[in-house]
Every structure is written in structure tokens, then in C-alpha cells.
T-cell receptor, first 113, second 113 residues
Framework: DQQVKQNSPSLSVQEGRISILNCDYT??????FLWYKKYPAEGPTFLIS?????DKNEDGRFTVFLNKSAKHLSLHIVPSQPGDSAVYFC????????????FGKGTKLTVNP | DTGVSQNPRHKITKRGQNVTFRCDPI?????LYWYRQTLGQGPEFLTY????????KSRLLSDRFSAERPKGSFSTLEIQRTEQGDSAMYLC???????????FGPGTRLTVL
């Protein structure tokens, strides 16, 4: 049972444009959400996070939006740069207990020069 | 470099052999996590420690797997009688008790022949 879903395996955008990566979840007990970026042969790198009490968090070129009623979050990267090309994972943590992160399968972003 | 380190980076073994991986977390982090990632999937939680106490184990962690963190610093993950299905990237992460963000190491790539 995939509790965190990233339905787009890949996304291709032009340099300078906006990249929008989407993530849906099914568990209403998730209270914290994170985005990680992963390059080949490296571990995931933490990018940005958001608590369930907020609907937006911004850090430089990266903004995460959370829509709790739709159980949906998205990561916006603007402007996109070729160095942003990587696999992006959405992850979630359950409220009040487990410290484990539940990850989606990832979306491979390619930013074309 | 003060990030999470893992050794070895690659391990090739024959089916039935035992293997052990080491993780050194960020020095002040008291929580340490192990995840496993297979091709096309996101990382899957295996177990986590708070200081030296192992507080949670996934059902993925069969009795052939054992993890320790004897002094609350580095951790080892041992797999006994390896099987081809154990081939994966084994990721270690660490965090502070007071934060939600987990920081990952580069991983150990295990290949079981």
C-alpha cells in the first residue's frame, strides 16, 4: 500500500522555466512533509520541508505547497537550472509516534539548457 | 566533512555470506536511521535508534538482519546468510531529537551474487 505517491516518474523542463513536482498521500496522520533530491550514486539530500499546520514554505528558488484537504503537496522550482536535474523524493512523517519517513517512488527531473 | 559517512561504499558478496556495514552519523545527532532502497523505489525504513536504544524496527527487517549502536555513536547493520533479494542500496541517516529533518549518508551498495 503506497501511502505516498509520486505519479509522474519523470519531468522535463527548459532552463529558466518553473518545475512543478507533485506528491499525493493517503494517510491523514502524516504531519510533516519533506522533499529530498538525489543524484546518482549519492544519498538523498534534504531540500525543504513543511509542517501540516502551514500551507506554504519558501526557501530561495524552492517553494513547497501543502493542500491538506486534497492530501496533496507540490514542489516548485523557479527558475529551474540544469544542476537541478536529479530524482526528487517526497517523504512524510506520521504524527505522534513513529520517526520513520515514508517515501514516494521519486520523480526524475531533467532541466534542459 | 561533518556529514553522515558510510563504509564500505560498495560490497559484492556471494549468497550465503554475512556482511556488515558501518554508519557514522553527524556528531551531535542522537537519532540514527537505516533505510533500504531498491531500483525504482524510494527509500524504505528499516530501523532507528535514539542514542543506543533501538526504538523501532520495520517488518522488512527479518531475523537475518541485526543493527546495533553500542555507544550511541556509530551504528552497524549486519545481514546474515545473504540472499540475492538483499541486493540494494543501504542508506543511513541521522537527526537531532528536536528536528524532523533526516540527513542521509552516501549509502552502501550491496550486490549479492
Amino acid at each position: 500500500d503506497q501511502q505516498v505517491k509520486q505519479n509522474s516518474p519523470s519531468l522535463s523542463v527548459q532552463e529558466g522555466r518553473i518545475s512543478i513536482l507533485n506528491c499525493d498521500y493517503t494517510n491523514s496522520m502524516f504531519d510533516y512533509f519533506l522533499w529530498y533530491k538525489k543524484y546518482p550514486a549519492e544519498g538523498p539530500t534534504f531540500l525543504i520541508s513543511i509542517s501540516s499546520i502551514k500551507d506554504k514554505n519558501e526557501d530561495g528558488r524552492f517553494t513547497v505547497f501543502l493542500n491538506k484537504s486534497a492530501k496533496h503537496l507540490s514542489l516548485h522550482i523557479v527558475p529551474s537550472q540544469p544542476g537541478d536535474s536529479a530524482v526528487y523524493f517526497c517523504a512524510a512523517r506520521t504524527q505522534g509516534g513513529s520517526e520513520k519517513l515514508v517515501f514516494g517512488k521519486g520523480t526524475k527531473l531533467t532541466v534542459n539548457p | 566533512d561533518t556529514g553522515v559517512s558510510q563504509n564500505p561504499r560498495h560490497k559484492i558478496t556471494k549468497r550465503g555470506q554475512n556482511v556488515t556495514f558501518r554508519c557514522d552519523p553527524i556528531s551531535e545527532h542522537n537519532r540514527l536511521y537505516w533505510y533500504r532502497q531498491t531500483l525504482g523505489q524510494g527509500p524504505e525504513f528499516l530501523t532507528y535508534f535514539q542514542n543506543e536504544a533501538q526504538l523501532e524496527k520495520s517488518r522488512l527487517l527479518s531475523d537475518r538482519f541485526s543493527a546495533e549502536r553500542p555507544k550511541g555513536s556509530f551504528s552497524t547493520l549486519e545481514i546474515q546468510r545473504t540472499e540475492q533479494g538483499d541486493s540494494a542500496m543501504y542508506l543511513c541517516a541521522s537527526s537531532l531529537m528536536t528536528t524532523n529533518e533526516q540527513f542521509f549518508g552516501p549509502g552502501t551498495r550491496l550486490t549479492v551474487l
